[in-house]
C-alpha cells in the first residue's frame, strides 16, 4: 500500500519559514518523479514544485521561483524549504508521485497522493 505523509506545515508570520517533509512507504521511491502542489480555499490545486526520480531535474511555478526550494532524499524522503513566506502561500500542500522522470505540472498526471499539510501565513 502506497502512503505518502506530510508533515512540518504550521502557522507563521509574513517573511518568516518553514519546511515542509514527505515520507514514502509502499513504492520503490527513486523510481517515481514528486512534486508539490497546493490548494487555496476557493481555488483550484495547483503546481508549487517537482524534482525528477534522481533529483537531476527540478521544476517551480513561477510564483515560488527564488524562495522554494524542493529536494529528495532516496530512499523515502521529499522536502520543501519554503523562505519569505507571504499571505499568498497560505494553503494546504500536497505531496505527489508519478512514475517515470518528467515533472509534470498537472495534478492529473500524478497517480499518488498525501492528505496534505496546513500553512498559514499571516501579517
Known amino acids: 500500500q502506497v502512503q505518502l505523509v506530510e508533515s512540518g506545515g504550521g502557522s507563521v508570520q509574513t517573511g518568516g519559514s518553514l519546511r515542509l517533509s514527505c515520507a514514502a512507504s509502499?513504492?520503490?521511491?527513486?523510481?517515481?518523479?514528486v512534486g508539490w502542489f497546493r490548494q487555496a480555499p476557493g481555488k483550484e490545486r495547483e503546481f508549487v514544485a517537482g524534482i525528477s526520480r534522481l533529483g537531476g531535474r527540478t521544476n517551480y511555478a513561477d510564483s515560488v521561483k527564488g524562495r522554494f526550494t524542493i529536494s529528495r532524499d532516496n530512499p523515502k524522503n521529499m522536502y520543501l524549504q519554503m523562505n519569505s513566506l507571504n499571505a499568498e502561500d497560505t494553503a494546504i500542500y500536497y505531496c505527489?508521485?508519478?512514475?517515470?522522470?518528467?515533472?509534470?505540472?498537472?495534478?492529473?498526471?500524478?497517480?499518488?497522493w498525501g492528505q496534505g499539510t496546513q500553512v498559514t501565513v499571516s501579517s
Open positions: 509502499g513504492l520503490t521511491f527513486n523510481s517515481y518523479t
Open positions: 505527489a508521485a508519478t512514475g517515470g522522470n518528467n515533472v509534470y505540472t498537472e495534478p492529473n498526471l500524478y497517480d499518488y
